[in-house]
T-cell receptor, first 114, second 116 residues
Framework: EPEVTQTPSHQVTQMGQEVILRCVPI?????FYWYRQILGQKVEFLVS????????KSEIFDDQFSVERPDGSNFTLKIRSTKLEDSAMYFC????????????FGSGTRLTVV | AQTVTQSQPEMSVQEAETVTLSCTYD???????LFWYKQPPSRQMILVIR??????QNATENRFSVNFQKAAKSFSLKISDSQLGDTAMYFC?????????????FGTGTRLQVTL
């Protein structure tokens, strides 16, 4: 079964450093997302991406965050200057169409900011 | 804005027994989807079951079924014949059916422990 692949599985970074989280969505999917989950809390929406532009973003997704789909296969989340409170599990997801079908999550990247 | 409420932070069930996890939601939308996701200790998000709001029939997937009460805005998950592998965090989620890049709104989760 097709998978959404995320790398790395765990990243440790120093406060103030830039990090890039990488995702390879399922190849024929059209909609791409990033969610985050602070340890012990609920999963929160960050941003959705369609047709090479952001469709929607949450209040969390401030100027420190950006997304890119540079080559038609990868989908990246960049955090420009990490803060301690950015420590969380970051999930990439993709879906094939604009309905409730086929919403598939990756296995996540655990980001630890020290 | 939509909200999803899961009022049971933790539940426990014995192996082979049945357990029901509760979820309520608030929305002014009429056309939407509801989901239950399972998150085992690996923290992967795994889709358990999906319900389309325009369908009156409750969704079922093997041992998993839902009780969808649209008027009451309630969407509970029933797990029959519980297995040790069902031990996980369970999240209820809501998605508007806009035909575009709709986001999921999650509840706070219910931690389910299946015991021998």
């Amino acid at each position: 079964e097709p998978e959404v692949t995320q790398t790395p599985s765990h990243q440790v970074t120093q406060m103030g450093q830039e990090v890039i989280l990488r995702c390879v969505p399922i190849s024929n999917h059209l909609y791409f997302y990033w969610y985050r989950q602070i340890l012990g809390q609920k999963v929160e929406f960050l941003v959705s991406f369609y047709n090479n532009e952001i469709s929607e973003k949450s209040e969390i997704f401030d100027d420190q965050f950006s997304v890119e789909r540079p080559d038609g296969s990868n989908f990246t989340l960049k955090i420009r200057s990490t803060k301690l409170e950015d420590s969380a599990m970051y999930f990439c997801a993709s879906k094939i169409e604009g309905t409730g079908r086929g919403y598939t999550f990756g296995s996540g990247t655990r980001l630890t900011v020290v | 804005a939509q909200t999803v409420t899961q009022s049971q932070p933790e539940m426990s069930v014995q192996e082979a027994e049945t357990v029901t996890l509760s979820c309520t939601y608030d929305t002014s939308e009429n056309n939407y989807y509801l989901f239950w996701y399972k998150q085992p200790p690996s923290r992967q998000m795994i889709l358990v079951i999906r319900q389309e709001a325009y369908k009156q029939q409750n969704a079922t997937e093997n041992r998993f079924s839902v009780n969808f009460q649209k008027a009451a805005k309630s969407f509970s998950l029933k797990i029959s014949d519980s297995q040790l592998g069902d031990t996980a965090m369970y999240f209820c989620a809501f998605m508007k059916n806009t035909g575009t890049a709709s986001k999921l709104t999650f509840g706070t989760g219910t931690r389910l422990q299946v015991t021998l």
